[in-house]
């Protein structure tokens, strides 16, 4: 345990100093920022105003970079790390391989989730400086959200990193996997549904296991609790869900992928060439 | 201490280990040499429990990949090229500490002992330093604790004369009771450093043999050099070996740890046909350097 906890701390340690977390901080707290700039908290859009309107917008705009970021920099900076010989030392030391893996995806998730979240909170102390109404309901589910949304994503890089050996190969392999994610949230579900290729269960079914999809429909769910947005895809999910059913898959299933291609990962970790 | 039985090892269709076998005793000081490519680093790789592999690697009984934290805990290392960590120095010297149970202080000693005043920099990140402070350093965590085998890739490649002395030294001290592997392309590097030369070609080891020992790792010679006119290469050269010109570039004096003789010679030759007069006495090193 004292391994993995000194291990994490190095990640932290470590990351803290690389570019792409300067990078990352700068675009959430860009995003929180801007959008108390533009005025979005004074502003009425489908009876959203305050805080919950500025939330449901950094909620909308995080899910669409924070995977691809936590994809690429996960595995650019794992990958990357055993390239230039990082591995190589520090796995001459007496860690153990649980202790390293779990170690680092600790260390990153701290690294990856702060900022998220940190930017979110500063969002919520302005507004109770300002005397603006916080949607509290809506800030936790959205932090829950998001702690789910960065395991998953952290997972599944962690993943990607262990089996690609290569920096370029790993950064492409988790390109391809986000766009494929991307692709499914509309584009493709939409085009083999309108082509009458698959029945809409099936389209739905997909839908539902493609995290990217779930994080977006969960937030929505949060503003648009019959889904109306989503046609009729809504009744499939509601009645197979219910509203408060569904909120919470949005948060477990993630989490269980994320998870599983964590352990998959420390599995192929502990059976492969460690630099 | 260490067994290697037959071991193997591919990477893709392209075999790098092919069935080495080696057995190494408590106290052996092994200079593991070959060209690029021979499998230097892949038998180093497999004794640190990092690459998988054919055959079976056994450090006091103990296989270093299923049993990590136990063999380890007993192994110093110093690559050949420093790992590039943005870490601070003091969270590197901390971490290093802690999963090896040794004392951070201990490892500053040592560090302190081959000129590196890690107090100094302990908010440095360690890939802003100087090759020499980053071996300085990584020779420091290796030594600053209680280790039974010594893994050394290249250890004094970046070193100052005077630092190499001071790391011979050191070396000199474990002597009764550790095992040391040193890696090196070429043998006069580290010739006088070893007691046994095992020497690795396309995977395989084609020479394995002893070094008479003559000299203490300890030792120093005192150097003058006469030449026969002032030369500005031999010059620049001989300063890198931290020699004082006595007169006008012609007379040279300074001092050479035993084990770097060969080397330092090796580097004269070069200027043999400027060389009239060299003489080299074995003093004591405490005497010197203080």
Known sequence: ?275 | MIRFENVGKDFKKHRVLDGVSLEVALGERIALIGSNGAGKTTLIRCLLGEYTHQGTVTIAGHSPRDERTRVLGKVGFVPQLPPPLKMPVGQLVKFAAAVCRSDAECIRAVARRLGLAVDEILARPFNRLSGGMKQKLLIAIALGRDTQLLVLDEPAANLDPEARHIFFGLLAERLDNTTMIISSHRLDEVASLVNRVVEMDTGRIVLDDRVAEESKLSALFEVHLTLSRADAAIAKTLGTWQFVDRRDGVEWHGSVSGPDRLRFLGMVSRYVGLLSRIEMQEVDSRVVLQ
């Open chain 1, 1 to 275: 345990m004292k391994a993995l906890l000194l291990t994490a701390r190095l990640d932290i340690v470590e990351s803290l100093r690389a570019r792409w977390f300067l990078i990352y901080s700068l675009v959430f707290g860009g995003i929180v920022a801007l959008l108390f700039a533009f005025g979005l908290t004074e502003s009425r859009v489908l009876g959203f105003i305050g805080l919950s309107r500025l939330l449901v917008t950094y909620i909308q705009l995080t899910m669409a970079i924070l995977p691809v970021f936590v994809l690429i920099t996960t595995v650019r900076s794992v990958a990357g790390d055993r390239e230039a010989g990082v591995f190589e030392y520090l796995l001459s030391l007496p860690v153990s391989l649980a202790a390293w893996f779990w170690g680092k995806i600790l260390g990153r998730y701290v690294t990856i989730f702060l900022p998220v979240f940190a930017a979110m909170l500063a969002a919520v102390l302005w507004s109770l400086f300002k005397s603006i109404d916080v949607p509290w309901a809506m800030f936790f589910y959205y932090t829950g959200l998001l702690a789910s949304m960065a395991w998953c994503f952290l997972g599944i890089g962690m993943l990607i990193s262990t089996l690609a050996r290569g920096t370029d190969v790993a950064q492409g392999a988790a390109f391809m996997v986000w766009l494929s994610m991307l692709l499914f949230l509309d584009l493709i579900l939409l085009g083999v549904m309108i082509q009458g290729r698959v029945v809409p269960e099936v389209a739905v079914g997909i839908a539902l296991l493609n995290p990217l999809q779930v994080f977006r429909t969960a937030a929505l769910a949060m503003f648009d609790p019959q889904l109306i947005v989503l046609g009729p895809s809504a009744y499939v999910i509601l009645d197979l869900f219910g509203n408060g059913g569904y909120r919470l898959y949005a948060l477990l299933y993630p989490l269980a992928i994320g998870s599983l291609c964590a352990l998959l990962g420390y599995l192929t970790f502990r059976r492969s060439d460690l630099p």
